[in-house]
């Protein structure tokens, strides 16, 4: 039987794919882990507090509970990674090394580790940016993913460490909230759009990024993981694509539920991030590999999320 570790349990992917992997290899055989142990979802499961730059604390607990496993999903993300690079690349890259020292020491089974569409660059290829192509990242959070997608693809290599990872667009999901991204404007405009209020977007009109629903990046995150291990040709982070949009296009959806809301633009920051990144992604290889196919389009993930959202806020009166 496996025994899971999620390391970052509580970010925006961590708590889903938390409660999937419960669902899935049962509740006592997968230990959440964040740096926050006051959240509310530290009482759901086990749960063990771990900053992942701390190698001998995550050694600590992969002995406790005998893992063969580990999901690491902890990072600084685009936005504020800008605003302390120095962090940004000692969290992501520290973190990186230790759970990929522990996974060759311990000789565990598989580990998760994901990158991001933010390895591509103003010089990549704008459109279907394919998986083998001139990457030049320019924000520290791309620089580190770029970084330590070749580190996987060498512990792999040198090592046999069975490491898989997917480059992740924008992930857009109604039950957890982003922090700290570029394209978490995707997640806050439903939010508002529910609640009654207008949106005031920090990306420019035209402003097309690669994004996805978050139960398709959830499947195919557990398909990769599922996979044999001989059809995992990609060993740096594949290519993967669900649905591209600009918030003009995300606004016209809502309103087909909610033709009352509206948006206003008030671009900062992360409108020069955005642009230095692909529009729309080529995810041919992981198609080919291991068969990845996405599920929702825009307006059928708006129906899906504006009613969950809803339906919540009903229940929390
Ligand atoms: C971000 O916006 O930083 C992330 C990402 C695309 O990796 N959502």
């Given at each position: 039987?496996?025994?899971?570790?999620?390391?970052?349990?509580?970010?925006q992917?961590?708590?889903?794919l938390?409660?999937?992997?419960?669902?899935?290899?049962?509740e006592?055989?997968?230990?959440?882990s964040?740096?926050?142990?006051?959240?509310?979802?530290?009482?759901e499961?086990?749960?063990?507090?771990?900053?992942v730059?701390?190698a001998?604390?995550?050694?600590?607990?992969v002995?406790?509970?005998?893992?063969?496993?580990?999901?690491?999903?902890?990072?600084?993300?685009?936005?504020?990674?800008?605003?302390?690079?120095?962090?940004?690349?000692r969290?992501?890259?520290?973190?990186?090394?230790?759970?990929?020292e522990?996974?060759?020491?311990?000789?565990?089974n598989k580990?998760?580790?994901?990158?991001?569409?933010?390895?591509?660059?103003?010089?990549?290829?704008?459109?279907?940016?394919?998986?083998?192509?001139?990457?030049?990242?320019?924000?520290?959070?791309?620089?580190?993913?770029?970084?330590?997608?070749q580190?996987?693809?060498?512990?792999?290599?040198?090592?046999?460490?069975?490491?898989?990872?997917?480059?992740?667009?924008?992930?857009?999901?109604?039950?957890?909230?982003?922090?700290g991204?570029?394209?978490?404007?995707?997640?806050?405009?439903?939010?508002?759009?529910?609640?009654?209020?207008?949106?005031?977007?920090?990306?420019?009109?035209?402003?097309?990024?690669?994004m996805?629903?978050?139960d398709?990046a959830?499947?195919g995150?557990?398909?990769?993981?599922?996979?044999?291990?001989?059809?995992?040709?990609?060993?740096?982070?594949?290519?993967?694509?669900?649905?591209?949009?600009?918030?003009?296009?995300?606004?016209?959806?809502?309103?087909k539920?909610?033709?009352?809301?509206?948006?206003?633009?008030?671009?900062?920051?992360?409108?020069?991030?955005?642009?230095?990144?692909?529009?729309?992604?080529?995810?041919?290889?992981?198609?080919?590999?291991?068969?990845?196919?996405?599920?929702?389009?825009?307006d059928?993930?708006?129906?899906?999320?504006?009613t969950?959202?809803?339906?919540n806020?009903?229940?929390?009166?």
């Amino acid at each position: 039987m496996e025994k899971i570790l999620v390391i970052g349990a509580f970010g925006q992917l961590g708590s889903e794919l938390t409660d999937e992997l419960r669902k899935k290899f049962g509740e006592t055989n997968v230990v959440a882990s964040d740096l926050r142990s006051d959240h509310p979802k530290a009482s759901e499961g086990i749960f063990e507090q771990l900053d992942v730059t701390d190698a001998g604390r995550l050694a600590e607990i992969v002995e406790k509970y005998e893992i063969t496993q580990i999901y690491h999903l902890a990072a600084l993300l685009s936005s504020v990674g800008e605003g302390n690079p120095q962090l940004a690349w000692r969290i992501n890259m520290d973190g990186l090394v230790n759970v990929l020292e522990i996974a060759r020491e311990k000789k565990l089974n598989k580990i998760y580790w994901p990158s991001s569409i933010a390895v591509f660059g103003p010089d990549s290829p704008k459109q279907h940016t394919p998986q083998f192509t001139v990457m030049n990242p320019t924000t520290i959070y791309g620089i580190s993913k770029l970084a330590g997608e070749q580190l996987c693809a060498y512990y792999h290599a040198k090592f046999g460490v069975d490491v898989r990872s997917i480059r992740y667009p924008g992930l857009i999901g109604w039950k957890s909230m982003p922090g700290g991204g570029t394209t978490d404007y995707a997640v806050d405009i439903y939010h508002k759009a529910v609640e009654g209020e207008n949106y005031s977007c920090f990306l420019n009109e035209g402003t097309a990024l690669p994004m996805m629903y978050m139960d398709d990046a959830i499947r195919g995150t557990l398909e990769l993981m599922d996979a044999p291990a001989e059809q995992i040709k990609v060993r740096t982070s594949y290519n993967f694509s669900g649905i591209s949009f600009a918030p003009e296009e995300i606004l016209a959806s809502i309103q087909k539920t909610i033709p009352e809301f509206n948006m206003s633009y008030a671009p900062d920051h992360r409108q020069q991030i955005a642009e230095s990144w692909p529009q729309s992604i080529d995810d041919s290889k992981a198609h080919e590999d291991w068969g990845w196919k996405p599920e929702f389009d825009l307006d059928r993930m708006s129906e899906d999320i504006i009613t969950n959202l809803k339906k919540n806020l009903v229940e929390a009166f």
